[in-house]
């Protein structure tokens, strides 16, 4: 059964980062990514760069990228000034984003939900027109950091004004980590038979732990796409103590292990979460990417005593 990943690491990832990552690396990290068989990449994205500016190269990141056929590369967007540049950058898909919880939404997009709506509907329709594919996003599905619980029903009804809009996707996220698979199942059934398993993905931060345990309980309920990031980078700066999503590494490992189809090379993979934490100077959150540098650095230690031998 075929599963599929959007790896948003260049986007979730690095808008988190405290030091600056040089565009080129985002440019290499895009095409590894890309060679490792991902084939849905959100590479940046077109929001205000005076509140991301991690992002604020998004132009010049798209114009670096080696764009292969077969891959869709997306990036967020918040507005008609957002897609305008989304445009001019020659995207095909871009993903609209705001939050289930008002405080969330406020902080994030600095608008009411109300208000949200007719701000991405623009965007909606205008992408439509210019034959692009629209996806969603809802924050903040299983918990608020601002407000804790969410009511389902607010999450049900941004959902489907998303789709109403015309996204072909709505991805659920746990914002802050804090989803257990009890309630994923619970909401995901719920939201699934609202709409169809494949309208929907879910987006799971790892902050606790439970992001893996997560993925198992959304399959048992039909969804077939997630969202995850290369090395687990990531998470939200307008969500104190969001840790990063899960990692694309510990995801892939575990479905090709379930024999789902992934279309993902995990060897080159795992080089590309390499090279992001080479960039970065700190140890990524990935399990399989610790577990791969560390079976390779044990094996040329041994290849260097036998060399000495
Ligand atoms: P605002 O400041 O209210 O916007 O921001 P504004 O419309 O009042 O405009 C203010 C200035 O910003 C103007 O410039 C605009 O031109 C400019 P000035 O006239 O002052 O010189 N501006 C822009 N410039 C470039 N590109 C744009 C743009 N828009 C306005 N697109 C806005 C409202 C929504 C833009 C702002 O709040 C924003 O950019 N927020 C983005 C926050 C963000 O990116 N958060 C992280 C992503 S969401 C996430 O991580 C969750 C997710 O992963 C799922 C999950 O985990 O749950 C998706
Ligand atoms: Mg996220």
């Known amino acids: 059964m075929k599963i599929q990943i959007v790896e948003v690491g260049p986007r979730d990832g690095l808008q988190n980062e405290k030091e600056m990552v040089s565009t080129s690396a985002k440019i290499q990290l895009i095409d590894k990514l890309a060679a490792a068989g991902l084939k849905r990449v959100e590479a940046t994205s077109f929001v205000n760069p005076r509140w991301i500016p991690q992002l604020a190269d998004a132009e010049e990141v798209l114009k670096g990228i080696k764009r292969q056929n077969e891959v869709t590369y997306s990036a967020l967007v918040p507005n008609l000034r957002g897609m305008e540049r989304a445009r001019e950058s020659g995207l095909t898909e871009v993903a609209l984003f705001m939050s289930a919880s008002e405080t969330h939404n406020l ?183 610790k577990a791969h540098l560390a079976a390779q650095s044990a094996s040329s230690s041994h290849s260097n005593q036998e060399d000495g031998a």
Do not use: W
């Open 107 to 289: 902080k994030n997009i600095n608008k009411s939900i109300e208000d949200t709506f007719p701000v991405l509907r623009q965007v909606a329709r205008e992408a439509l027109a210019l034959g692009m594919r629209v996806r969603g996003y809802v924050s903040t599905v299983f918990g608020c950091p601002y407000e804790g619980n969410v009511p389902i029903d607010n999450s049900r009804r941004v959902t489907n004004e998303l789709l109403e809009m015309g996204v072909f996707e709505v991805s659920l996220g746990d914002t802050i980590g804090v989803a257990t698979p009890k309630q994923v199942r619970e909401v995901m059934e719920k939201l699934v038979k609202d709409t169809a398993s494949d309208r929907l993905a879910g987006h799971f931060h790892d902050t606790r732990g439970t992001g893996l345990a997560n993925v198992l309980a959304a399959l048992d309920t039909g969804i077939r796409t997630f969202d995850s990031s290369i090395g687990g980078l990531g998470g939200c700066p307008y969500a104190p103590g969001a840790a990063g999503n899960i990692s694309t590494e510990d995801l892939v490992y575990m479905l090709n292990g379930m024999e789902y189809e992934t279309g993902v090379d995990l060897n080159l993979l795992q080089d590309a979460g390499a090279f992001i934490q080479q960039e970065l100077g700190r140890e990524l959150p990935s399990k399989v990417l």
